[in-house]
């Protein structure tokens, strides 16, 4: 068997994340999951080395520097190299009209939505930088693209992801390290069923044109492929995966 690669899987103890933790898995990556959820991530990386593979679990808030940095590291010390990473940790907004926003809301949309993504994307690429190879996939939303009602914190930070990608990605390109914004649609996971809880206006546009939601392995699949050796050309591009959410 060849050795493992490395990768590291931001919000990989619960929804998009975790099906990507399992599916990397299963393709005999080295997952570090890094997550606030700390029962359920310890959880999934203990049930992956019972069947053989290998993760480990980090705590981490991805709007803290040090953590960031430290997860980073923990993961070159467990699994050698860095050879990608899927950042999936995120929250839904404030859901409310953007005049009734509070600053404390929208900081925290943006701390962990896009500051986060920042940390995140900063230091995996320094780790990659030397070895000049790698894949980041940054799990934005259609909702960069396209104005959802209760949402206006949600969607700026979300933009703010697909530029930070694009700016990025140039910066990389040319030591084969590529980027990329992953863009689901509405997907069937704890944190979608908070959003349809606290902002019930979202029902009906989010399921168009197919009517359902997505599974979260049918997101995890292109996060997976996008951090594959299958996607070699791709960088700085979002990609929608939204059931046709935004052409509708
Ligand atoms: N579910 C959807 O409909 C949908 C649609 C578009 C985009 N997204 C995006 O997909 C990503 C994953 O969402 P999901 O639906 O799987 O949600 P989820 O709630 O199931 O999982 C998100 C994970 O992120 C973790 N997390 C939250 N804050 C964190 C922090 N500060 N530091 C580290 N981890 C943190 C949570 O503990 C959780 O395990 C998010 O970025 C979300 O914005 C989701």
């Not at 990989?12 to 999951?33: D, F, H, P, Q, Y």
């Not at 914190?153 to 990605?169: E, I, P, Q, S, T």
Request: net charge neutral; proline share 4%; with cysteine.
């Amino acid at each position: 068997m060849t050795q493992a690669r490395a990768a590291i899987v931001t919000g990989g103890a619960s929804g998009i994340g975790k099906a990507c933790v399992e599916m990397l898995a299963a393709r005999n990556w080295a997952v570090t999951i890094a997550d606030l959820g700390a029962d359920e991530g310890q959880a999934l990386a203990e049930a992956i080395r019972r069947n053989g593979g290998a993760a480990q679990f980090v705590r981490t808030d991805v709007s803290d520097e040090g953590a960031v940095q430290a997860m980073v590291r923990a993961s070159e010390e467990a699994h050698g190299p860095l050879w990608a990473a899927i950042n999936s940790a995120g929250v839904v907004g404030a859901s409310k009209p953007v005049h009734e926003t509070t600053l404390e809301e929208w900081d925290r949309c943006s701390d962990i939505n896009l500051r986060g993504m920042f940390l995140c994307i900063k230091y995996q690429l320094a780790a990659m930088w030397p070895h000049e190879r790698g894949a980041i996939v940054a799990v934005s939303s259609a909702a960069a693209v396209k104005g959802l009602p209760n949402s206006a914190d949600y969607c700026a930070a979300k933009a703010g992801v697909n530029g930070l990608v694009r700016g990025a990605a140039l910066d990389c390109a040319e030591r084969n390290i590529r980027i990329n914004a992953l863009m689901p649609g509405a997907t069937a996971t704890p944190l979608a069923a908070r959003s349809t809880a606290s902002n019930p206006n979202l029902g009906k546009t989010r399921v168009r044109p197919m009517n359902r939601m997505a599974a979260p392995e049918e997101i995890a699949s292109a996060a997976v492929w996008l951090v594959s050796d299958e996607s070699t050309f791709a960088t700085g591009a979002a990609f929608a995966v939204d059931g046709g959410m935004t052409i509708a």
